[in-house]
DNA sequence: ATGTTTGTTGACTAATCAGTTTAGCACGGC
DNA sequence: GCCGTGCTAAACTGATTAGTCAACAAACAT
């Protein structure tokens, strides 16, 4: 039941936003009461945390084999960046929009006025950055991008994707994130295999 | 009154969210009673978008001059980039926290369930936008950068600008936006003139 | 068998929410 | 003097909110 309770907070939250999402409305699709709800979390905003890092926990193994140091480092982002576009694009189908980054929308929405969550989110982002600057670090040091500094270069590709992210939601538009990977290749300063145009 | 109205609001959602800034709240700051909100507005909605459209307005001047095609393009990402920090930075001593992009934040929140107020925002930053294309487009004229697709580059300028405000919101910390101007260069792919480490 | 832990239930507060209503004020035109 | 117009005041509605509480059930240990 906890988990049921976590799964649904994560949804509606995501779907809609932490303010709007009522405990009413999480008990009902997850099928408890609000006794049960106040049972495992003593509140709306410790039930949040937790539903963030449940659903963490859950996408990690997966983030594990992605950016697994076997799969060649461009090829990690390639591979992650398609994973997220097709998960966004079959969200899509569900609730008719698109969601971007849970993190970052619920972060955003609560971070002056819920440091409980607001702490959670951060620390989760953190780790997920961590995946970046590992790939960035083994590219460089194969020599398939230049960079001298792996956390800079991180951080300014993932902000760049978190912004196309949060972009993508406020449009309802898939079109930035589908041709994610082009500038990504780009902000990594991959050297373009432009087809050159004849004549 | 109206414009009491519309600064209470962005002030409050923008330092709070929407979703917890209530109509009571926003008549409290400006000093206005509820009959004379709903004399002006017809919904909390549509304050909103007003808001952030004068809040645009009021904006709009400044990035005229500081986009000026008069000034050399990369020093307008920098001039602005400076400004964004400063603001940003004095925001913070008032309330304590960073507050990031009000456009961002606010557009992240209520885009899948308000409308009105996701295409105000949607609109407000499709302007904002093209001062970014046009510097880079001049850039690129001007042999500054190579940027044979200014759209292109310009959304990835703005994603990494947005994502960079947004973590900076959840992290409660300038210092990625501080040091932003760099990231900058680096994305529109300036060559760094770096001080050569002697030995 | 008996008590304890672990969970569930539904009714209950007390506050807050967006939005309405109606009466009234101050003002200039006539 | 009188009337509309632009705006304000304050009380109100009805729904919704987060959170509480005491009674109850089933499993399990002793």
Redo the contacts with the bound molecule.
Sequence with gaps: ??ERLTDAAIDLIWENSY???????ICDRA??????????F??????AAAALQADWNKKRAHMDSVFSPTVPPLERFERYFECVYEGLAERQKLCGSILGCPMLSIGSEVSTQDQVVRETVDRILDTKRNYFVSAIRDAHAQGLISAPNPEAKADALFACYHGTLAQARIQNDLELVRNFNQIALDVLGVQHDVVPASA
């Design positions: 039941m906890k303010g709007t999402t009522s405990v009413d409305a099928g408890a009461k609000k006794g049960s709800f106040y049972y495992f003593k509140s709306k905003s410790e039930l």
